[in-house]
Nanobody, 123 residues
Framework: QVHLVESGGGLVQAGGSLRLSCAAS????????MGWFRQAPGKEREFVGA????????YYAESVKGRLIISRDNAMNTVYLQMNSLKPEDTALYSCAANIGLVSIISTEYDYWGQGTQVTVSS
């Protein structure tokens, strides 16, 4: 069983930056591909970014490419989401997820989820 805890969310003005963290416990972190997803009120959960077990391969949604960067520190059992040039449409609850298989952009392929951290971008 893997336990995931996100942190780093908050209120930021458009154009600002935030760094989200997701700390994992209870499993072998480098055995899991990791993903970030977000859900805005009234909308479905959507893929944001994902990173392979080694950290060598990353994938992004088109809407965030060039602005958000996913990384991981396997020694610290933590995955990060650096968010730059934030826009009001980035406002959502951001959740990290762990997948014991290969990296994926599909939420249903992830095995474990955190509770999420709220990001609000004001215009």
């Amino acid at each position: 069983q893997v336990h995931l805890v996100e942190s780093g969310g908050g209120l930021v003005q458009a154009g600002g930056s935030l760094r989200l963290s997701c700390a994992a416990s209870g499993g072998t972190f480098n055995s899991y591909a990791m993903g970030w997803f977000r859900q805005a009120p009234g909308k479905e959960r959507e893929f944001v970014g994902a990173i392979s077990r080694s950290g060598r391969d990353t994938y992004y949604a088109e809407s965030v490419k060039g602005r958000l960067i996913i990384s991981r520190d396997n020694a610290m059992n933590t995955v990060y989401l650096q968010m730059n040039s934030l826009k009001p449409e980035d406002t959502a609850l951001y959740s990290c997820a762990a997948n014991i298989g290969l990296v994926s952009i599909i939420s249903t392929e992830y095995d474990y989820w955190g509770q999420g951290t709220q990001v609000t971008v004001s215009s």
